[in-house]
């Protein structure tokens, strides 16, 4: 299985600032990359797909970029509906793994 | 606009086998554009993906649970099935049914776009 890894597993960041969210494959996954928002008692919510392309109807604040083993999701100038966990997943080889998460707190 | 809802028991007892139902409605599941997948989440802990299929299709397993998880298709009530036998305490979960848009071979390339809310399941005696 391809092991995803993400890092830091929780940070604290003030409204307005910038959020760097970092995701390792164990192996290469060339841009198959999903990253996932999800908020207390709520499923996921697609941010992220392939990579790099935002999801339609989301803000542009939330960007990803990477490819291979590294990847990473940036939220520029932080909301307060932007507190939440983080999840990368990778769509390159079954079975489908997801990184342990990134809580996102308020400071 | 498609939208997803898991049904089932919310209390299973250790040995038994858990069903669960996800009910597609605002859409047709016998389309070849998506795929549709079970995630899981126990408690406290980070997300498990548990098989996905395509209404034409073989499913694909987690081999982690593989001998014990059957998904299935019924595209005359628009619903796709788990079952997943020999629960244990560790099946404790938050189930949840999603919808994978896919491309050039890869059934998860547009990732997991359409969630249901989510199904609590306790396996205890």
């Known amino acids: 299985d391809i092991q995803m890894t993400q890092s830091p597993s929780s940070l604290s960041a003030s409204v307005g600032d910038r959020v760097t969210i970092t995701c390792r494959a164990s192996q290469s996954i060339g841009n198959y990359l999903n990253w996932y928002q999800q908020k207390p008692g709520k499923a996921p919510n697609l941010l992220i797909y392939a990579a790099s392309n935002l999801q339609s109807g989301l803000p542009s604040r939330f960007s990803g970029s990477g490819s291979g083993t590294e990847f990473t999701l940036t939220v520029n100038s932080l909301q307060p509906e932007d507190f939440a966990t983080y999840f990368c997943q990778q769509s390159y080889i079954p079975p489908l793994t997801f990184g342990g998460g990134t809580k996102v707190e308020i400071k | 606009q498609m939208q997803l809802q898991e049904s089932g028991p919310g209390l299973v007892k250790p040995s038994e086998t858990l069903p669960l139902t996800c009910t597609v409605s605002g859409g047709s599941i016998s389309t070849s554009s998506f795929y549709w997948g079970w995630i899981r989440q126990p408690p406290g802990k980070g997300l498990e993906w548990i098989g996905t299929t395509h209404y034409s299709g073989s499913p694909y397993y987690n081999p982690s649970l593989t001998g014990r998880v059957t998904i299935s298709v019924d595209t005359s009530k628009n619903q796709f099935s788990l079952k997943l036998s020999s629960v244990t305490a560790a099946d404790t979960a938050v189930y949840y049914c999603?919808?994978?848009?896919?491309?050039?071979?890869?059934?998860?390339?547009?990732?997991?776009?359409?969630w249901g809310q989510g199904t609590t399941v306790t396996v205890s005696s």
């Open positions: 999603a919808r994978s848009g896919h491309r050039d071979g890869f059934w998860n390339y547009y990732g997991m776009d359409v």
